[in-house]
């Protein structure tokens, strides 16, 4: 990292921490890595054991509480992450897709998505810059408001 900081380091800049991988819910594991690629499960906005919120973004859910659990997906797909990669020093996004279950007239999708996008760049620095989508869909597991899943490069 061009300041010298590690990933982690500079999570606890921003009052954060890896947390402990997320179980799954079903029969999948959290992260697979195939040569220098890891791709994650769909990380929830689980928190200490619970998801954040439940509910439809632009009903139950707003659109500032949907940001937040899409950086909690973060958080967990950084765990995910660092749990095959070993450590977070040589990490690289490449690609995130952030699931937003909403009403059929809510379209913030991608500002929901920045939750997840400004906190990989803020710990991962240039490494953090990726590709996106930002998808709209009626439903996701355990009726959570947001999803994200992530493929990182391990480099060097």
Known sequence: MADGKSPEERLAELGLGVPEVVPPVAVYVPAVRVGSLVYTAGQLPMLDG???ATGKVGGEVTAEQATACAQQCALNA?????SVAGDLTHVRI??????????????GQPGVANGASEL?????????????SAV??????????????VTAEIVG
Do not use: N, W
């Open 78 to 82: 950084i765990a995910a992450i660092r």
């Open 50 to 52: 619970a998801l954040m």
């Open 94 to 107: 490449v690609k995130v897709v952030a699931f937003v279950a909403s009403t059929p007239d809510f379209t």
């Open 136 to 149: 709209g869909v009626p439903v996701l597991p355990l009726d959570a408001p947001v999803e994200v899943e």
């Open 120 to 132: 990989f760049g803020s710990v991962f620095g240039d490494a953090g810059v990726h590709a996106r």
